[in-house]
Each structure stands twice: as structure tokens, then as C-alpha cells.
């Protein structure tokens, strides 16, 4: 493929209450709205966002969440819609919910309104699925025929989430441009399905810029849930500007080392997706031999937000060589985002750099004192 290809979502809204607002942006779109969120969310937006849809004379079926965006969850939540005469699909929640709303979306040829309820993955813009397992492992990448028609973010929900969310996504947005850059020095193909734009390089390159200059004042601010303007500055950030530059700009070694955590069992399972993410861009920056202080430069920032720098750090003090090969093997198996990279990897030098970043870490978080 050597055309450039950019794709983002139709409208993108980001304000204090806007959940309150989902009627009003809404109006004109359809008439019946299928409403996904999962047992918790309900009581934080679900019944926020049903409530002004009903203001402005907008039917709403409801449908929960299991917590699982499966082949069997996706598939189930569809039927309903079906039988419902559904012509909207809001997701409103976390990733995977969001995942599955795209997913039930795309099934149903419906118009697509996300609503995050947190600001922890660059999942909402996008026009694809991460598709797991009903036991969680990943199984593959699902491709949509367009990206969500609205995105509703509303930052006062978003500060009241634990900080933890914040930072996840903090994590999983400092990914994009190592991986976007990545993937323009080896000229390789997108998630958007063509070689990276010049808009795609700009917005990866601002992301990763906002993220240091702001994300220790907008992890602050949760702490105390409060919206300020270094919040909003990173809720676009995480959710927009790494939303448009993971698609239009391309994956590469961090996600894939992430989704190769997913083939183990055991209290790894409990770590987010950015958290594993993070330990992921080490890993590529290590075999990208990028210099130490680029390293020491994201190690740093990660430890200021509480984020996971180490394999002890993400439960895996104790994992056996042949659980970290198999970890290696899925990251670079056939069709793995780690074959953007500008060079050619195997399982055994991906282990290699698995090991050889947690020990960076390891000696920096000892010369730290951490």
C-alpha cells in the first residue's frame, strides 16, 4: 500500500457535564437508541445519558454490559438491538464497553455515539474492536466501515474516576508516537489501512508533548476531582489526539508486547491495559536502541504517575523464562503489530528485550531511590 490514508471520528464534543447534553447532540441522528453500559456505569452516565435522550423525545432500550468484548457479548447485545428497531448504538463506559458498542454498531449499520466514562484508553475515536476471548485473551483486531459518528467526553465524570484510569490511559497515549514513529521510518501500513499522513505525524508528535507537560498536573487534579485546565488538555490528549494518532499513525512493538501478556494467567489479568502498555514502550524503546536518556525520560514521567516500570511492577516478579517466551512468541507471532517496526524481530530478541528492560528499570529505579 503507498497511499496515505487519514480517518477520524465525525464529532468530537469534550466538556464539564456534557453527558448531560447527549439529547441535544444526538437530535437529528434517529429516533430508537440502544444504550450499552455495564452494571456501574449505569449509575455514573447510563441513566444521565437516557434520561436527556428522552428529553428530546429519543426512545432508549437499555442493554448491560458483562464485562467481556467477546465474539458470544457482541453477538448477544446485537439480537437485542435487532429485535428493538435500533437506529443509534451509545456506548458509554470503559474501553472494552466502547469496544463492543463499535462491534454491535457495525453489525446493526446504525449511527455510533461513544461516551467515555473514563479517560484511560485511546479506544473511543476509533474505527476498530479489540476483540478478546470470553476468558480475556486476545484474539484479534475488528475492522469497522467508519469511525463513530460522536464522541461525548465529559471531563467532570472523568475526574471523579479513580486516578488510576487517568494514568492508564496517560500510558497508553505516551505509546503512540514511539509507535507512530516507528511505523513512518519503516513505511509500513496503518490501522487505517494506508502509509501514515502528515496530519497523522503532527497530532502522534503533540500527544506525546501535552502528556509530559501535563500529566503530573492532571493526575493531581484527580487526586482532588477537580477539572482543570491541564485535565482537559490531557483528556483530549488521551482520547483524541491518541485516538487519531494510533489509527492514522500506526501500532507497532508496545501494543503487541501487550497483547502478548494476554496468553498468561495469574495477577497480571488485574493490571490495566495502559499499564501494561507502558512496560510495552520500554520493551520497544529498548529494541529500537534508543539512548538512555531517552529511557530514563519516560521511566521517569511513568514513576511520577505511578505507572509500572518493571516486570515486578506488573506481577510478573516470579514468571518462569518459558512464560516470558511464550509472552515473546505471541508478540511476534504472524499479523502482530511488532512486524511495523523498522527491523525485523523474533521471538528470541523480543524476549531479549523484555529482559533487558526491566533491568533498565530495575538499576533506575535504584539510582532513584524508588
Known amino acids: ?9 465525525g464529532k468530537y464534543v469534550q466538556g464539564r457535564n456534557v453527558v448531560d447534553k447527549t439529547g441535544h447532540y444526538v437530535k437529528g441522528l434517529g429516533s430508537i437508541a440502544l444504550v450499552i453500559a455495564d452494571e456501574v456505569v449505569w449509575e455514573i452516565a447510563g441513566n444521565r445519558v437516557v434520561n436527556s435522550l428522552e428529553q428530546e423525545g429519543i426512545a432508549a432500550v ?10 458470544n457479548e457482541i453477538e448477544r447485545i446485537t439480537e437485542q438491538g435487532k429485535g428493538s428497531g435500533v437506529d443509534i448504538v451509545i456506548g458509554v463506559g470503559g474501553g472494552k464497553t466502547l469496544d463492543t458498542a463499535k462491534a454491535v454498531n457495525d453489525e446493526l449499520a446504525a449511527l455510533c455515539v461513544i461516551v467515555p466514562t473514563a479517560a484511560s484508553t485511546d479506544a473511543p475515536t476509533s474505527a476498530l474492536s479489540v476483540i478478546y476471548s470470553d476468558n480475556g485473551e486476545f484474539e484479534s483486531y475488528a475492522f469497522y466501515r467508519k469511525n463513530p459518528d460522536l464522541i461525548l467526553v465529559d471531563t467532570k465524570v472523568i475526574a471523579e474516576a479513580p486516578p488510576l484510569f487517568l494514568t492508564s490511559g496517560i500510558a497508553d497515549a505516551l505509546a503512540t508516537w514511539v509507535e507512530a514513529r516507528a511505523v ?29 507537560d501535563y500529566g503530573v498536573l492532571a493526575y493531581e487534579s484527580v487526586k482532588r476531582k477537580v477539572v482543570t485546565p491541564a485535565l482537559e488538555a490531557v483528556v483530549e490528549a488521551n482520547t483524541l489526539l491518541s485516538g487519531i494518532g494510533f489509527e492514522s499513525g500506526g501500532l507497532a512493538g508496545a501494543h503487541a508486547v501487550h497483547n502478548g ?11 490495566t491495559h495502559g499499564q501494561k502498555v507502558a512496560f510495552g ?3 520497544q524503546l529498548t529494541l529500537e536502541q534508543r539512548p538512555l536518556l531517552e529511557l530514563e525520560r519516560y521511566m521517569e514521567l511513568y514513576l511520577q504517575l505511578d505507572l509500572p516500570v518493571t516486570l515486578e511492577d506488573i506481577k510478573l516478579k516470579k514468571a518462569s523464562h518459558e512464560d516470558l517466551y511464550r509472552v515473546a512468541q505471541a508478540a511476534t507471532k504472524e499479523g502482530e503489530t511488532s512486524h511495523n517496526l523498522p527491523f ?25 531511590g524508588r
Open 62 to 71: 437499555r442493554a448491560e454490559f458483562k464485562g467481556e468484548a467477546s465474539r
Open 184 to 212: 513512518i521510518e519503516a513505511r509500513k501500513t496503518t490501522m487505517a489501512g494506508g502509509l501514515p499522513t502528515i496530519a497523522a505525524e503532527a497530532i502522534a508528535r503533540r500527544c506525546e508533548e501535552v502528556l509530559f
Open 281 to 283: 514502550t520500554l520493551v
Open 261 to 271: 501478556f494476554t496468553v498468561l494467567e495469574g495477577d497480571i489479568h488485574h493490571m
Open 1 to 9: 500500500m503507498t497511499d496515505r490514508i487519514f480517518i477520524s471520528p
Open 344 to 368: 525485523p524481530i523474533d521471538a528470541d530478541r523480543m524476549l531479549d528485550a523484555i529482559l533487558a528492560a526491566d533491568q533498565y528499570a530495575t538499576a533506575y529505579k535504584k539510582k532513584t
